[in-house]
């Protein structure tokens, strides 16, 4: 049974810092893409970065510089670092994975395997 388990999440002022953690498990992990949304009350979920096999990574405008997504495959894991956060940052945050290519996929409903979230809360 495939599992995805994220961790990390908390409280932080603007400003601090959080890394979230994604621990995979039923999965051949090293052969697909893996991404973290998130998803604030009342708003669409959005992509925030995806990393593919050969970890190549991509990242929404508005974190780039201050967000890192990283991959350990010899632990099944998947990572996002994340500095400066501010308020706009307060989301549930999701790891999810598919077997193609990040390229292939446009947005959070092609992704075929969710982990239960996260919460991330920045306070001003």
């Known amino acids: 049974q495939v599992q995805l388990v994220e961790s990390g999440g908390g409280s932080v002022q603007s400003g601090g810092s959080l890394r979230l953690s994604c621990a995979v498990s039923g999965y051949t992990f090293n052969r697909h893409c893996m991404a973290w949304f998130r998803q604030a009350p009342g708003k669409e979920r959005e992509g925030v970065a995806d990393i593919d096999r050969d970890a190549m990574p991509s990242y929404a405008d508005s974190v780039k510089g201050r967000f890192t997504i990283s991959r350990d495959n010899g632990r099944n894991t998947l990572y996002l670092q994340m500095n400066s956060l501010a308020p706009e940052d307060t989301a549930m945050y999701y790891c999810?994975?598919?077997?193609?290519?990040?390229?292939?996929?446009?947005?959070?409903?092609?992704?075929?395997?969710w982990g239960q979230g996260t919460q991330v809360t920045v306070s001003s």
């Open positions: 999810a994975a598919d077997d193609r290519w990040c390229a292939l996929l446009h947005g959070a409903s092609e992704y075929t395997v």
